[in-house]
């Protein structure tokens, strides 16, 4: 069986959930009997792909311009649909929700997954989920067209049905996995620790994310212990997150660096912790990573996460500061709860994997045939 997938989320992102999922899943498709999976792609700066050894051009990867995505995204569509007028395959999955294919689609069956419905749930509060404002008629129309739709948690699921009234038995459940390389921390060894304690904050700082909400919160506990905030990836600080680490006089203990997963790696090894205050996640990787690398979690009790930590993590509502104040010196001053959350992280993680994300996916695809 041969699957096509297109284009989009490899031209639109250079890295990030979305694009890690599928370079995830076709490496895997393309290592297993009887299955292929083909990506027709011209260009691409994904790092994702290139750390599954994919073999795609780069596209003027140290020149910046205006138009420059739109000019790889187009370049790619072309590439695509000259695969998918070849007719050369047995079923189509997207990795993203532009509809341009669906002309092209020949009566072939149309997998899609939905990582997570923020636009849905959140585009009447945050402005920066309207700049998009097609997305949300795009998954619509996908969730109608397609023969089966893949959500990445229940929550994901019960909100599907919900926002968009699709059949229950249409979707099905297929959790993500981990991606960082085998430990190299023993089990029964602690990781080296770094020599200022501090908190890692993880990903983009988009406003549903909660990170002014969450420094707003944590900032006495950051003076009171010299802790740190160190926020890893996600791009420079903005003006108006600088205006507010400045009118909290916490200059000095709150800090942004550029990631890969290597360092990202190291830094969940010497945190303190990892804090998650996220309003809503589709799935939640960063919490997989964090057990991956024996760091306890402090995350808000929302959407899918609890459905992913299990109790394997300290859960805070993050609309009540002295809840988060409070899990954050539980860690610090309880080396045997610590222990504990870092030892049922561990657990945890046994129960999500990229091989298990492949097969129930290679499962769906065949009741398909």
């Known amino acids: 069986m041969k699957i096509l997938f297109d284009h989009q989320a490899f031209s639109l992102h250079t890295y990030g959930g979305v694009s890690r999922y599928f370079s995830e899943l076709i490496h895997g498709i393309n290592h297993t009997p009887d299955y292929s999976a083909a990506l027709p792609l011209l260009f691409s700066n994904n790092i994702h792909l290139k750390e599954k050894g994919f073999d795609i051009n780069n596209f003027l990867l140290n020149k910046e311009f205006r138009r420059k995505k739109r000019l790889i995204y187009e370049i790619n569509k072309f590439y695509t649909l000259s695969a998918l007028k070849k007719k050369q395959y047995d079923i189509l999955h997207p990795t993203y929700f532009d509809s341009y294919f669906i002309p092209y689609l020949n009566r072939k069956p149309l997998v899609v997954t939905f990582h997570d419905m923020i636009h849905e749930k959140f585009s009447n509060q945050f402005k920066e989920l309207t700049f998009d404002q097609g997305i949300i008629a795009r998954k619509k129309l996908l969730?109608?067209?397609?023969?089966?739709?893949?959500?990445?948690?229940?929550?994901?699921?019960?909100?599907?049905?919900?926002?968009?009234?699709?059949?229950?038995?249409?979707?099905?459940?297929?959790?993500?996995?981990?991606?960082?390389?085998p430990s190299v921390i023993s089990t029964t060894e602690e990781p080296d620790r770094a020599p200022n304690p501090y908190l890692l904050y993880v990903g983009s700082r988009h406003v549903y994310k909660n990170f002014n909400?969450?420094?707003?919160?944590?900032?006495?506990?950051?003076?009171?212990?010299?802790?740190?905030?160190l926020c890893a990836g996600g791009g420079a600080f903005t003006e108006s997150e600088r205006q507010l680490i400045l009118s909290l006089k916490v200059d000095d203990l709150v800090e942004q660096r550029d990631i890969n997963d290597q360092i990202l790696r190291k830094l969940y090894q010497q945190a303190t912790a990892f804090i998650f205050p996220s309003l809503y996640e589709g799935f939640g990787i960063p919490i997989l990573e964090a057990f991956d690398c024996q760091c306890p979690c402090i995350i808000n009790d929302s959407s899918s996460l609890p459905e992913v930590a299990g109790d394997a993590a300290l859960y805070v509502n993050f609309n009540e500061p002295d809840s988060l104040i409070n899990a954050i010196e539980q860690i610090l001053s309880n080396n045997e709860l610590k222990q504990e959350?870092?030892?049922?992280?561990?657990?945890?993680?046994?129960?999500?994997?990229?091989?298990?994300t492949v097969d129930r996916t290679l499962k769906l695809y065949k009741e398909l045939e």
């Open 143 to 181: 969730a109608n067209q397609a023969d089966r739709i893949i959500a990445v948690s229940e929550s994901t699921k019960r909100d599907i049905i919900e926002l968009l009234d699709v059949n229950p038995e249409k979707i099905e459940v297929i959790y993500h996995g981990c991606s960082f390389p």
């Open 213 to 229: 909400g969450m420094l707003s919160a944590i900032y006495p506990v950051l003076k009171k212990y010299k802790l740190k905030l």
């Open 341 to 356: 959350l870092i030892k049922k992280g561990q657990e945890r993680l046994l129960e999500f994997s990229w091989e298990n």
